[in-house]
């Protein structure tokens, strides 16, 4: 699906599922309440009971996080802080690009500031924050979206997201950046390290890699011989 938040298609929703076993999928539902993704959790545990599920990436069947409310999205945008640590790296100024053009990312925009210095638990609970959005709407003199109806629903909008999607840069540019850190895809010329950070940040940034590399092996060297219950982090022994 497109995902309009974190600006790229992505697997997720749509999912289809034998009836049949949806009796055994619920003796898990309980427990996934806690979890950050409850739908992936149970299903990782069918998958775990010997149920396997297929995923086909190719697919886009829909879009995602279009015609939200600003509450929805606000508490998204603070879930994500914690779902999607990583991808915030891009989505959080993909946000900040977009906010003065699409109201929807300046209320994502909170969300990722929030996000960033909330130190609770987070879980999927609609019910969150409401509070803090409707004064944050007060403030920037917006209003809550009205409710969609069929009358107000567009019918063709699915399709023309879709037909009109493209990547934003700053996904581009963090699935570069990606590729070249896990060394899944081999670059192997010097133009396509450039392309992926630019000429004048190419030496640092090989630099820092390098360093990072050594520290990795310098770290697993002399925690070689160190006893398991050892908390080398100051958070707590292992064991």
């Given at each position: 699906m497109i995902d309009k938040l974190l600006g790229h298609s992505r697997p997720g929703g749509g999912h289809l599922?034998?009836?049949?076993?949806?009796?055994?999928?619920?003796?898990?539902?309980?427990?996934?309440?806690a979890q950050i993704r409850p739908e992936t959790y149970v299903k990782v545990?069918?998958?775990?009971?010997?149920?396997?599920?297929?995923?086909?990436?190719?697919?886009?069947?829909?879009?995602?996080?279009?015609?939200?409310?600003?509450a929805d999205i606000y508490?998204?945008?603070?879930?994500?802080?914690?779902?999607?640590?990583q991808r915030l790296a891009y989505a959080g100024k993909m946000w900040e690009r977009?906010?003065?053009?699409?109201?929807?990312?300046?209320?994502?925009?909170?969300?990722?500031?929030?996000g960033q210095l909330f130190e609770g638990?987070?879980?999927?609970n609609r019910d969150i924050f409401p509070e803090e959005i409707d004064t944050l709407l007060k403030l920037a003199n917006m209003t809550e979206k009205p409710p969609l109806t069929d009358r107000t629903w567009d019918v063709q909008l699915p399709?023309?997201?879709?037909?009109?999607?493209?990547?934003p840069q700053e996904f581009v540019n963090w699935q570069r950046i990606r590729s070249l850190r896990s060394g899944k895809r081999r670059f192997g010329?010097?133009?396509?390290?450039?392309?992926?950070?630019?000429?004048?940040?190419?030496?640092?940034?090989?630099?820092?890699r390098m360093m990072q590399l050594i520290g990795t092996q310098l770290q697993k060297w002399a925690e070689k011989d160190v006893s398991p219950g050892v908390d080398l982090v100051g958070k707590g022994s292992k064991t």
């Open positions: 599922y034998r009836t049949r076993h949806c009796q055994k999928a619920l003796e898990f539902i309980e427990e996934s309440d545990r069918m998958r775990q009971c010997g149920y396997p599920d297929i995923v086909d990436e190719e697919i886009v069947i829909g879009i995602h996080d279009f015609e939200q409310y600003y508490r998204k945008a603070i879930v994500h802080t914690h779902k999607f640590n977009l906010a003065n053009v699409d109201q929807d990312y300046q209320v994502a925009l909170w969300g990722f500031r929030v638990k987070i879980s999927i399709e023309l997201r879709i037909n009109q999607y493209s990547p010329t010097l133009r396509a390290e450039i392309a992926a950070v630019g000429v004048w940040r190419l030496f640092p940034w090989k630099l820092g």
